[in-house]
């Protein structure tokens, strides 16, 4: 296989020898065609070779050569072409893999991460997901459900990771964006209630609450009032205005649950698994409406694999918990114990990129029965790459990022004080990526929040700039990523297979 790859890069393609690398994990030999992963100074392509013209081969588009010995063809990161690797390889296809009892969603907003990490996924004993966006993330950096999934299929064959993936469709809100998802191969779906649900009655006080109760219908109260008392195994005790707020902030979005479970088993995704999510509230979820919202799922037979709570203290974006570990720690056990009771699902742990301060007591409490999802971590890791081996390519971020804070400010809660980060201009160049180290938060939730306008296309010039760096740098990169997840997987102790 070697021979032949080597013999039709260095002969059949001599506008860019010496230039082309390929990727020894990739290389693949079937009876039709050998295969890999490569790329040169200017994009990153499968290589096939063959000795006879076959469909196989001529199924992937692209320009083939030849010396009449062996054709070789180049073909590009395209959706047919990520069509075909699947066809060919199903394991570069995505799975469900929620149900196993740890997963880790990994996030890729560059497309370029999934390689690196599906590295240390061959050593760590979870089921990754690799292929993970929401609406926001999508429609910020110009990709769809489906580009996001070929992405993850073109990094699961360069990395020669066989050992199966999910793909995630991502706080999604609408029939219309889960249709989309299907569509796109993805294998699991985290519905976000948080257009559902009526948080305004966890506050309110007990004559708003009571008035808005008793215009409910009738069977639905008396089933609430026999259903919701106390769970002396769990230590829960529902006094009358809980149950009233129950009923008020969930049961809409209960019913909506119902109707996207359905949704799904008669369009295609009864395998999908589903993730409800309850976290995009102001309030910590009490125990109490945890065990609501299970036990109103499981009575309306909506089949969940996984949920997502509020949790107590502040799960910001690119940067470590932040609120009392010793009441979070009391809190979360709770929560724990609640899910574990119910033995259907496991928590789901939302913004967990970089929150190393709780990931051992999360791992310790859950027995590993979880799921930790992080989306921006590997984004900042790529500027971490920058900021070391291309210091006026950063500072360009730097800038580019400021000019558009008040618009990413809008989309993410963050409370860093940006004004005390110092002009880019006056740090030396070793000192740029001190920017990003873990305990500078300002410097950390600055490049985390504007990937759109980085990425999106609003300074094409510079989302070039930043595509052909982390193609230069792919192993720079994937050392970054390595280290990074490698200290998210062990704080979590998540063993080694």
Same mark, same amino acid.
């Given at each position: 296989?070697?021979?032949?790859?080597?013999?039709?890069?260095?002969?059949?393609?001599?506008?860019?020898?010496?230039?082309?690398?390929?990727?020894?994990?990739?290389?693949?030999?079937?009876?039709?065609?050998?295969?890999?992963?490569?790329?040169?100074?200017?994009?990153?392509?499968?290589?096939?070779?063959?000795?006879?013209?076959?469909?196989?081969?001529?199924?992937?588009?692209?320009?083939?050569?030849?010396?009449?010995?062996?054709?070789?063809?180049?073909?590009?990161?395209?959706?047919?072409?990520?069509?075909?690797?699947?066809?060919?390889?199903?394991?570069?296809?995505?799975?469900?893999?929620?149900?196993?009892?740890?997963? #880790?969603?990994?996030?890729?907003?560059?497309?370029?991460?999934?390689?690196?990490?599906?590295?240390?996924?061959?050593?760590?004993?979870?089921?990754?997901?690799?292929?993970?966006?929401?609406?926001?993330?999508?429609?910020?950096?110009?990709?769809?459900?489906?580009?996001?999934?070929?992405?993850?299929?073109?990094?699961?064959?360069?990395?020669?990771?066989?050992?199966?993936?999910?793909?995630?469709?991502?706080?999604?809100?609408?029939?219309?964006?889960?249709?989309?998802?299907?569509?796109?191969?993805?294998?699991? &779906?985290?519905?976000?209630?948080?257009?559902?649900?009526?948080?305004?009655?966890?506050?309110?006080?007990?004559?708003?609450?009571?008035?808005?109760?008793?215009?409910?219908?009738?069977?639905?109260?008396?089933?609430?009032?026999?259903?919701?008392?106390?769970?002396?195994?769990?230590?829960?005790?529902?006094? $009358?205005?809980?149950?009233?707020?129950?009923?008020?902030?969930?049961?809409?979005?209960?019913? #909506?649950?119902?109707?996207?479970?359905?949704?799904?088993?008669?369009?295609?995704?009864?395998?999908? $698994?589903?993730?409800?999510?309850?976290?995009?509230?102001?309030?910590?979820?009490?125990?109490?409406?945890?065990?609501?919202?299970?036990?109103?799922?499981?009575?309306?037979?909506?089949?969940?694999?996984?949920?997502?709570?509020?949790?107590?203290?502040?799960?910001?974006?690119?940067?470590?918990?932040?609120?009392?570990?010793?009441?979070?720690?009391?809190?979360?056990?709770?929560?724990?114990?609640?899910?574990?009771?119910?033995?259907?699902?496991?928590?789901?742990?939302?913004?967990?990129?970089?929150?190393?301060?709780?990931?051992?007591?999360?791992?310790? &409490?859950?027995?590993?029965?979880?799921?930790?999802?992080?989306?921006?971590?590997?984004?900042?890791?790529?500027?971490?790459?920058?900021?070391?081996?291309?210091?006026?390519?950063?500072? $360009?971020?730097?800038?580019?990022?400021?000019?558009?804070?008040?618009?990413?400010?809008?989309?993410?809660?963050?409370?860093?004080?940006?004004?005390?980060?110092?002009?880019?201009?006056?740090?030396?160049?070793?000192? /740029?990526?001190? /920017?990003? $180290?873990?305990?500078?938060?300002?410097?950390?939730?600055?490049?985390?929040?504007?990937?759109?306008?980085?990425?999106?296309?609003?300074?094409?010039?510079?989302?070039?700039?930043?595509?052909?760096?982390?193609?230069?740098?792919?192993?720079?990169?994937?050392?970054?990523?390595?280290?990074?997840?490698?200290?998210?997987?062990?704080?979590?102790?998540?063993?080694?297979?």
């Amino acid at each position: 296989m070697k021979n032949i790859l080597e013999k039709s890069i260095v002969q059949q393609l001599p506008d860019v020898k010496g230039k082309v690398i390929y990727f020894p994990d990739s290389v693949r030999k079937t009876e039709y065609f050998t295969i890999c992963s490569a790329q040169d100074e200017g994009s990153r392509f499968l290589l096939l070779a063959t000795t006879i013209r076959n469909a196989a081969f001529d199924a992937f588009e692209g320009e083939t050569t030849g010396d009449g010995e062996i054709l070789v063809k180049k073909a590009p990161l395209s959706a047919k072409n990520a069509a075909q690797l699947r066809k060919a390889f199903p394991w570069t296809a995505p799975v469900p893999v929620l149900r196993e009892r740890c997963s #880790f969603g990994c996030g890729d907003r560059l497309g370029c991460a999934t390689s690196a990490h599906a590295e240390l996924f061959k050593i760590y004993d979870a089921k990754p997901i690799f292929a993970q966006q929401s609406v926001r993330e999508l429609t910020l950096t110009n990709r769809t459900f489906q580009s996001v999934v070929d992405d993850a299929t073109f990094q699961v064959f360069q990395a020669g990771y066989e050992g199966g993936f999910g793909a995630d469709g991502d706080h999604l809100k609408s029939f219309e964006h889960i249709k989309q998802a299907l569509d796109a191969g993805v294998t699991m &779906l985290t519905l976000d209630l948080s257009e559902q649900l009526k948080p305004e009655f966890a506050s309110a006080d007990e004559a708003t609450v009571k008035a808005a109760y008793d215009a409910l219908d009738d069977s639905l109260k008396a089933r609430m009032e026999q259903s919701y008392t106390e769970v002396p195994e769990l230590g829960l005790k529902f006094t $009358d205005l809980e149950r009233m707020r129950c009923a008020l902030i969930y049961t809409q979005a209960m019913d #909506f649950s119902a109707q996207v479970r359905t949704f799904l088993n008669e369009n295609g995704g009864a395998e999908t $698994d589903l993730e409800i999510s309850i976290d995009e509230t102001t309030a910590p979820t009490v125990p109490e409406h945890h065990f609501f919202v299970a036990s109103e799922l499981k009575y309306r037979g909506v089949n969940f694999v996984s949920l997502a709570p509020r949790f107590i203290g502040e799960f910001q974006k690119g940067i470590d918990y932040i609120g009392d570990l010793a009441e979070f720690e009391r809190q979360f056990a709770v929560h724990a114990k609640i899910a574990a009771w119910f033995k259907s699902y496991k928590l789901s742990i939302h913004s967990g990129s970089d929150k190393f301060s709780v990931f051992p007591i999360i791992g310790r &409490l859950t027995e590993g029965r979880v799921h930790v999802k992080t989306a921006g971590t590997s984004w900042l890791e790529a500027a971490n790459m920058i900021a070391q081996e291309e210091p006026a390519l950063f500072r $360009d971020m730097v800038k580019c990022a400021f000019e558009s804070l008040a618009d990413a400010r809008k989309l993410y809660h963050v409370t860093a004080d940006f004004d005390s980060i110092p002009a880019v201009d006056t740090i030396a160049d070793a000192d /740029l990526v001190k /920017l990003l $180290d873990a305990d500078n938060i300002p410097g950390r939730q600055l490049i985390h929040i504007t990937y759109g306008a980085m990425l999106g296309g609003k300074y094409p010039e510079l989302t070039a700039r930043i595509r052909k760096a982390l193609l230069k740098n792919h192993a720079a990169y994937a050392a970054c990523i390595n280290r990074h997840f490698t200290n998210h997987l062990e704080k979590l102790l998540i063993g080694k297979k």
